[in-house]
Each structure stands twice: as C-alpha cells, then as structure tokens.
C-alpha cells in the first residue's frame, strides 16, 4: 500500500478545502470500500481526510419527506422506524447488502460512492478502461458472467453494486451536494453515469465535492414495494440481478409504478418501458409479464451473462407480484 497522510476534519468546510486542493486526497467514513481498494493497489490516495466527526448522521423529518444524514450508517437508516414504515423498499434493499458487520460501518454518503463489481477493475494485472483510461476493458473478451446487459459501451460493461442505490432511485430520492462552489441538488437518476468514452467517472461529482444528506420525498409505495435479490448466495453477495418495484394501486388499478434493476448496468436502471405499461393497467399476472418483457427486449449481453436477460425478466414479474400483494 502506499504512504499516505491522515487527517481527522472537525468541520465540514476544511475537510473541503483539504480534499479540494489535493488531487489525490479522498474523503474517508467507514472505509469499506476505499480500504479495500487501497489494499489491493487499485486506488492509491496520498491523503485521507476523515469525515467521521462532521454532524452529518441525522435521520430527520422535513416538510416534503425524509432527510438522512450522509454519515448515518446503512444499519441505523435500515432499521430507523420511518424509514420502515414510509420507506419499506429503502430498508429491504439496506438489509440485503453486504454483512452486519459491514452494514454497521459503511455509511449512506459511501454506499453511493461505491467503485465497480468487475474482476478486471480490481486485478491490477489486468488492463481496465476505469482504472487506467485508454488501456482497454478486457472484461468484453474475457469472463463476463457478472457484467452489464443494459448501457454499457465498448470500454466498459462493468455493473454498479449498491442495493441501496437501486431503491433510492425507485423512490426518486435527491442527493444534497456540499463543494468550494456552493451546494447544489442532484436527482439520483442523474447522480450515477453510464460508462460511455469516460468510464473512470462513476458519478457526477467533481473533485472535492461531498455528500451531504439525502432527500426522500413523501412517496405513496410504503404499502406495495419490494426489493428482490438474486445472488449466488444467501447473503454477503452482490446481486446478479435485482429489482426494486413499488407500486400505487387504486381498486386493483395502477396509478403509478417504479422499476429500478441492480446488477444489469452501470448504474441503477430505470425500466422506463415497464413503468410505462404498467401505469393505467390492471395490476395481474399479464401486465407484469408484458412489463418484464418489455425491459428485457433493450438488453445487450455478453458472451457469458446471457442468462441474466432471462433472470432480469422472471426477476421484474416476480418482484411486481410481491409488490402488489403489498402490507394492508
């Protein structure tokens, strides 16, 4: 590992300025991703600036919705009362990541900053379009079980690994952004990038920038949502596939409805096909099939995920069903 600096912020404004300033400086919180990557020579900071002590871990009601603090951590936010009872699919999705160990550490603010799923990204033997820009993926030709079937493009096909993210972006959260140029709102559909010509770049932010608080908007889904996960194994895996889906019913008709699929591209995907089926449709068997099949028909795979194209459409029809049973 290389040598590094570390510095504990006591406020908000100088850990910053300090990471601002340093190219090579990261913001840390519970590390369990960055540590990680550090270990293995993927990402070499000369500087770590610790956020931990920034007032940044509230869980509070605002006039539109819910307000969560940046360094709450995934166990706090997963098992917080309005959370499970306004924002059920947001503490599913929590639950179904990572460990209880892990859940206890990573922080809100850090599960959105997750780098890629991708064998090629952290094995440095290997060239990585994200990790070396312009040396080529080699996950396109090599084993790419585990890649993206939706976005993806010829420099990269990795998958995004937050369950968290894929709930959030079904209930239309908002990130609360903090940087030497102001603060600034981002709707958490644009907060994520697909990867394109650049895909170093996971999200939007600019250097220095910093997490702040999340948004959630008063949703009418507490009643019908679900967060389905496929994985290899019962727990401490990513998803194959997953499917966040929270539906608004009026006499078994649907109002509204939101798809959002983890583990099938580089961000959290919005079946934007789905939602549109769905919507003014009877809420069976049939429109949820229609929906799933509809998804489905956009997906590109590669040479070895092919089975996720088929996994994705079962997923989507079961997760709707689930959803629309729903919590009376």
């Not at 850990?15 to 550090?38: H, K, P, Y």
């Not at 990402?43 to 603090?69: A, F, H, K, S």
């Not at 990541?97 to 094995?123: E, H, I, K, W």
């Not at 229609?290 to 194209?309: D, G, L, S």
Request: proline letters at 5%.
């Amino acid at each position: 590992m290389r040598p590094f600096s570390y510095v504990r912020a006591a406020e908000q404004s100088a850990a910053i300025q300090t990471v601002s300033r340093n190219q090579e400086a990261r913001f840390i919180a519970g590390g369990t991703n960055l540590i990680d990557l550090m270990k293995g020579g993927v990402t070499q900071p000369n500087e770590l600036v610790d956020i931990n002590r920034l007032p940044l871990t509230e869980i509070t009601e605002i006039p539109n919705g819910l307000r969560i603090g940046a360094l709450a951590r995934n166990s706090d936010v997963a098992n917080h009362p309005l959370v499970r009872d306004r924002y059920p699919l947001l503490s599913q999705a929590l639950l179904a990541g990572a460990s209880p160990q892990l859940r206890n550490m990573a922080t809100v603010g850090g599960n959105m900053m997750q780098r890629t799923r991708c064998y090629y990204f952290t094995d440095t033997a290997m060239p990585c379009n994200k990790r070396e820009p312009g040396s080529g993926c080699a996950a396109i030709e090599g084993y790419n079980r585990i890649h993206a079937i939706f976005g993806t493009s010829d420099k990269c096909i990795a998958t995004h690994p937050s369950d968290m993210c894929v709930a959030l972006a079904a209930l239309e959260a908002v990130v609360r952004i903090s940087g030497t140029n102001g603060d600034r709102v981002i709707p958490i559909a644009d907060f994520h990038r697909l990867p394109g010509d650049t895909p170093e770049k996971d999200t939007v932010l600019e250097h220095g920038e910093l997490i702040v608080a999340i948004d959630l908007p008063n949703s009418p889904y507490a009643a019908r949502s679900h967060y389905l996960k496929v994985r290899d194994r019962a727990s401490y895996a990513f998803a194959i596939v997953s499917v966040a889906a929270a539906l608004d019913l009026d006499n078994g008709k649907i109002r509204e409805a939101r798809v959002v699929m983890g583990g099938v591209a580089h961000k959290p995907w919005r079946a934007v096909e789905a939602e549109k089926i769905l919507v003014g449709s009877v809420a069976n068997e049939k429109t949820f099939t229609a929906a799933a099949e509809a998804t489905v028909k956009e997906a590109k795979p590669q040479k070895y995920n092919r089975f996720k194209v088929e996994l994705a459409r079962r997923a989507i029809s079961r997760a709707l069903t689930i959803a629309a049973e729903g919590v009376e």
